[in-house]
Nanobody
Framework: QVQLVESGGGLVQAGDSLRLSCAASERTFSRYIMGWFRQAPGKEREFVAGILWSGTSTIYADSVKGRFTVSRDNAKNTGYLQMNSLRAEDTAVYYC?????????????????????WGQGTQVTVSS
């Protein structure tokens, strides 16, 4: 397993932007699919975005498509989630995770059970 640490959360107003970072402990991070999930109070943790190990393919939940962008820099062992046009409903704790999946295709990439490593989470609060 790889250790992951998120940063970059905070309190912003609706319409603002934030960039979350996910720092990995080792170079083997480059072998994993990286996913971003979020969990709002009283709700299940939900998939937000995923990126292939190479960075050449991405996938998004419909709720964030066109507003969020996932990326990674394997040379820095770091992944990113750029969040634009934030809304009150984006308020949640955001987690990055790593999965030993070969592809972004199908349901597995969106399911928590397939992820081997998780960060501690970073709070994002969007005021309306």
């Amino acid at each position: 397993q790889v250790q992951l640490v998120e940063s970059g959360g905070g309190l912003v107003q609706a319409g603002d932007s934030l960039r979350l970072s996910c720092a990995a402990s080792e170079r083997t991070f480059s072998r994993y699919i990286m996913g971003w999930f979020r969990q709002a109070p009283g709700k299940e943790r939900e998939f937000v975005a995923g990126i292939l190990w190479s960075g050449t393919s991405t996938i998004y939940a419909d709720s964030v498509k066109g507003r969020f962008t996932v990326s990674r820099d394997n040379a820095k062992n770091t992944g990113y989630l750029q969040m634009n046009s934030l809304r009150a409903e984006d308020t949640a704790v955001y987690y990055c995770a790593a999965a030993s999946l070969a592809t972004l295709s199908g349901k597995p990439v969106t399911e928590k059970v397939h992820y081997d490593s998780w960060g501690q989470g970073t709070q994002v609060t969007v005021s309306s």
